[in-house]
């Protein structure tokens, strides 16, 4: 009697041997296979290190069988799970009982197993090296199981939460060694920055495994390529974005992020690349350095501070050999050096600002730098960098910047006092903001030298609506400026009332809050 088993499925796992040799069989007639509780012990012994050792990887629908949950077709030594074939694989199979004959019919594949002449067909063909039925395996019980998978596409493996249980995966491997190449006049390496006009990318996968799939490029969790074409002895996948210009990537992959790539065989079932994936760094944003206003140089600390209208990003590095001070009365000039020993380093600090660690040796050529004759000269050239390789060039020199010199150390840093706030509108109340109000100013005190290159922060009831980002030597008061010109606009920046309070930093970031606070009344009704 034939019986044709059908069922269909989605997806599998896979296992490393196509053919699975099993212990002696040394009785004839039915008794000539072992059973297939037997049968999964010696599995699991023989794959357990090797499962220990593979990358846990992510499959799309994995099917999970028991061996000893299975119904079998038996023939002598022979044994098949059927449902593993027929569900995990979504196999047709056919058993002849009579002439010992198993069909599996997979699309446009058809294996035949004839049991009782020991040889096996696919697609018409003698497969001459079908290892289940070698003369080495003579007198052992073989699992066909293993067998049909290699020539499905498929592979059993045992399951990663539960020893006892097996899944049908597909037979791929995790794509590996990812390599990202990027075009562009800067090039970084795994970095697009703003002269980045492509990129491409490769993985190496294992021949075979995915003829008709396709293959997918991540950077993060965003999908930004596909490689649709993989042939028989394809050996690697590769993306190109295909961009011709910066902003064209910059759509397409506006952050950055790890670098993934899922892979597909021809039936939808995918792995994905591991943990070695590479990380992209992506800055579009080009260092800028304008407007300079002041340089203060405390000869003590060895801090040169450069306030400008704007200096940006925080953390971008300053060539310190672009900076030159001169004094007027000693007719001298030192460019600053930035020797890894003894030279100077510098980068912006976020609040408009450059500072400058000065290193020993400049330190000693500027120790004569006295008095309010000191200058700052910019020398035109690659002034700010940052990690992606975006530069800010300075086009034209700048001259003349005035350097106040401090040679005195403050350790002390005192709390603001004296908060004062100031309404600009048609009518004016003391502290309080109403519906003629437009905008609103404040000063506070505080003790000169102590916060020279810090900042300070203007609260309304813990709310941050200003900041003083320009804190001289000299200063003995800081202050803020809402820059409203209407009241919708002040009310968006101040919406409710509350104690007002004034926060004040060093450079060294060290800060304290003022103590005679003032309240402000905010109603706009």
Known sequence: MRKLISIVVAIAFIFSSATMVLADSKNRGDNRY???????????????????????????????????????????????????????????????????????????????????????????????????????????????????????????????????????????????????????????????????????????????????????????????????????????????????????????????????????????????????????????????????????????????????????HKGDDVDVTKITLYDVSLQRFHTLTDDDRTGSKGNVNGDNQLVVKVGSFDKAALKDFQGNDVTLIFTAGTLLSDVAGNTFELITPIQGVPVTVSNSIVTGLASPTNVKITTLGVTTLDNTINSSTVNLTAIANIIAGQATGGKAELYVDNRLVATDNSILPYDTFVNFDLNSTSNAALKAIVPEGGKVTVKLYDISGRSVVSKENVQLTVDYV
């Not at 196999?91 to 019919?105: L, P, Q, R, S």
């Not at 998978?149 to 939460?161: E, P, Q, Y």
């Not at 970095?191 to 991540?218: F, H, P, R």
């Not at 074409?229 to 961009?243: C, E, R, S």
């Open 34 to 312: 072992l059973t297939i509780s037997r049968a999964h012990k010696e599995w699991a012994k023989v794959n357990k290190k090797d499962k220990e050792k593979d990358d846990k990887k992510e499959y799309k629908n994995k099917w999970t069988f028991k061996i000893n949950g299975s119904s079998v077709i038996k023939y002598g030594r022979y044994q098949l799970p059927i449902s593993p074939v027929a569900k995990g694989m979504s196999a047709d199979v056919d058993y002849d009982k009579d002439k010992g004959v198993i069909t599996i019919e997979k699309g446009s594949t058809k294996i035949v197993l004839d049991l009782k002449n020991e040889y096996a067909t696919i697609n018409g063909v003698k497969d001459e090296n079908a290892s289940v039925f070698k003369e080495m395996n003579k007198n052992k019980t073989i699992v066909l199981i293993q067998y049909i998978a290699s020539i499905l596409g498929f592979k059993v493996d045992r399951d990663d939460d539960d020893d006892d249980e097996y899944v049908i995966i597909p037979n791929l491997d995790n794509p590996k060694n990812i390599k990202i190449n990027t075009f562009g006049s800067k090039l970084m390496e795994n970095t697009i920055n703003s002269t980045t006009i492509n990129m491409t990318v490769t993985a190496d996968i294992t021949a075979g495994q995915a003829t008709g799939g396709k293959a997918e490029l991540y950077v993060g969790s965003k999908l930004v390529a596909f490689d649709t074409l993989i042939n028989p002895d394809d050996t690697f996948v590769n993306f190109n974005i295909g961009t011709t210009d910066n902003a064209g990537l910059r759509t397409v992959i506006p952050f950055g992020g790890k670098v993934s790539i899922k892979l597909y065989n021809k039936d939808g079932q995918y792995v994905t690349s591991g943990k070695d994936n590479p990380k992209l760094v992506v800055d579009y944003e080009l260092p800028v350095f304008a407007g300079v206003t002041s340089a203060v140089y405390n000869a003590e600390k060895g801090h040169l501070i450069v306030s400008a209208a704007v200096a940006t």
